[in-house]
């Protein structure tokens, strides 16, 4: 297995060790943070949104645990627009299945018509 294929996991380990250090109180110093940010940064380029939704989120209550406020609105903005993006994806997505859905059953029913009227 290649590096290339590796990534994937070593940004999710990273994230998820962040995230369980955070849930169990064991993180130090900004340690948890910045274990984080290289999760963030691996997920930018792995262009993985759904993992990036969940890091801006322990961001967001990183940096709120910290008292950098600032830095947790921006990751909140940044959370927002990932997410955002991820639910016009899902709903682009939905409407194209139903835009084909639809075509289908026209041209069935086109069909069906072309020989009701063959047969009379």
């Given at each position: 297995m290649n590096i290339l294929t590796k990534m994937?996991?070593?940004?999710?380990?990273?994230?998820?060790?962040a995230s369980l250090l955070?849930?169990?109180?064991?993180?130090?110093?900004?340690?948890?943070?910045?274990?984080?940010?290289?999760?963030?940064?691996?997920?930018?380029?792995?262009?993985?949104?759904?993992?990036r939704k969940e890091v801006y989120l322990d961001l967001i209550e990183s940096?709120?645990?910290?008292?950098?406020?600032?830095?947790?609105?921006?990751?909140?903005?940044?959370?927002?627009q990932v997410k955002d993006s991820l639910f016009d994806e899902d709903k682009s997505k939905?409407?194209?299945k139903l835009e084909?859905?639809?075509?289908?059953e026209r041209t069935i029913e086109e069909e069906k018509l072309k020989k009701n009227i063959r047969l009379k």
């Open positions: 994937p996991r070593i940004a999710l380990a990273l994230v998820f060790s955070s849930t169990t109180g064991y993180s130090q110093h900004g340690e948890n943070t910045d274990t984080l940010e290289r999760g963030s940064d691996l997920t930018k380029k792995l262009k993985s949104m759904e993992a940096y709120s645990a910290e008292g950098h406020y600032e830095k947790a609105y921006a990751n909140q903005l940044l959370y927002s939905e409407i194209g084909a859905k639809y075509e289908m």
